[in-house]
């Protein structure tokens, strides 16, 4: 595995070799348990390393020094050994304390899933933001994992109120660590300033706003190029796309709107980078509509459309109207099996154009069913709010009368707490 930016876990030029470590706790079933292996192998190779050997224990739960167990425990390091592994990846998250007991008994660095991610993001950040957010998420991943090494930096003086060289050290490095991410943070902060006002402009343009959301590898960017020609990166490789991009897009009615395509997402999504890429998220939590892109063809479509909506639920998306677009039929005739399951849905392949058309305008219904058209009477003395509601609004029909102009108009609930006095009757 390679990376490229400060803080990543694994750094070696060549393709290490890994055993794979999955647990079936209580509650979990071991078919389960092998998908989720599956899929943290393609995370491996993604990130640049080769899978050796894979292994399963079933356990009522985790032990609290090994998570497996100090028995399993010896056991992996005999397997690691024999298979030549660099490094053992265990599926479920480890805490630092179980981190630091597995590598003293392998000779050899154990990590969990959640470092894989976070190694593959630091390799596909490209823009200064994204760079920056994956730099805080590995930073926030790396302070708690410092404690307790303080002993193996040099020898500490004994005593009451001494501290030797090392947890002098120690205290260096968190020191560093924490003032780089306090610089993260404010570097941040400035551009969820920046794309605050740009939302209040398209706001204020009132163009409509279409948030691509899916699991990672399900076509997100293949479909925002068929719509858009936005010439995005799209690879049959996971989390190809970290930097949002937003492009205009003109529906069959008339309407244009803004779609943008955002990172994909995946089971287990370390919360670090969540917390992380919450300013880019938000493009999502304040979109009008989640356009969700299924992967048809995948071995647990049902499974990656719950881990998507439990990440939307986590960053305050949940309420979010959304329509799922069943992507891959030219590849699996159970894509549109899985469409008759959820109404509304609409199945379409992203490679071919099939089913784009329909899924437009599926789009503009939405859309269009958001709307709230308020009836409102404006006297003719009134020019000034005539005028603003004009503005503001979307009049879809105007009655000119004796006494004034009755319209029929589209408001935002900004625009009808301000013109709620002229309304012919409630909202």
Not at 146 to 168: K, M, N, V
Not at 358 to 384: C, Y
Not at 393 to 409: I, K, N
Request: charged letters at 30%; proline letters at 4%; one cysteine or more.
């Amino acid at each position: 595995m390679t990376t490229q930016l400060p803080g990543t876990l694994i750094t070696r030029e060549f393709r290490e070799r890994i055993v794979l470590v999955g647990v079936v706790l209580a509650g979990a079933g071991v078919d389960e348990v092998e998908a989720n292996l599956d899929e943290l192998a393609l995370l491996v190779d993604t990130a640049g390393a080769d899978v050796a050997a894979r292994t399963i224990q079933r356990r009522s739960r985790p032990d609290p020094a090994t998570f497996v167990g100090r028995g399993k425990a010896h056991e992996l390091a005999e397997l690691a050994e024999q298979v030549d592994a660099d490094t053992v990846v265990f599926d479920q998250e480890l805490s630092p304390a179980q981190q630091r007991n597995l590598e003293k008994l392998f000779g050899r660095t154990a990590i969990d899933r959640t470092a894989v991610i976070l190694d593959i993001f630091a390799q596909n950040a490209r823009s200064p933001e994204g760079k920056a957010q994956v730099e805080l998420a590995l930073l926030r991943y790396r302070l708690p994992r410092l404690r307790g090494r303080g002993h193996a930096l040099s020898q500490q003086a004994g005593g009451i109120g001494t501290r030797g060289p090392g947890e002098t050290q120690l205290e260096v490095d968190r020191r560093r660590l924490v003032r780089r991410m306090h610089r993260l943070e404010a570097d941040l902060r400035e551009v969820d300033r920046t794309r605050a006002l740009q939302r209040r402009s398209r706001h204020r343009g009132r163009l409509r706003e279409v948030a691509l959301v899916g699991y990672t590898n399900a076509g997100k960017s293949t479909l925002l190029n068929r719509l858009t020609d936005a010439g995005v990166p799209a690879e049959n490789r996971l989390f190809v796309t970290l930097d949002p991009r937003t492009r205009q897009l003109a529906l069959p009615g008339g309407e244009t709107v803004l779609v943008t395509d955002t990172v994909g997402f995946v089971r287990s999504l370390p919360h670090e980078l969540v917390e992380s890429f919450r300013s880019t998220l938000d493009s999502v939590r304040l979109a009008d509509l989640v356009l969700h892109v299924v992967d048809g063809a995948a071995p647990d479509p049902e499974g990656q459309i719950a881990a998507v909506r439990g990440v939307l639920g986590e960053i305050g998306a949940g309420d979010v109207p959304e329509l799922l677009a069943v992507n891959k039929v030219d590849r699996s005739p159970e894509a549109a099996r899985l469409a008759t399951m959820t109404e509304g849905a609409v199945c379409i392949s992203a490679r071919t154009g099939a089913g784009v058309d329909t899924l437009l305008r599926a789009v503009g219904d939405r859309l269009r069913m958001a709307d709230r058209v308020v009836e409102l009477q404006i006297p003719w003395a009134r020019g000034d709010i005539l005028a603003a509601v004009h503005r503001e609004g979307e009049v879809v029909e105007q009655e000119d009368g004796d006494d004034g102009a009755r319209l029929h108009v589209v408001l935002d609930p900004a625009g009808r707490a301000r013109f709620a006095d002229f309304f012919v009757r409630p909202a």
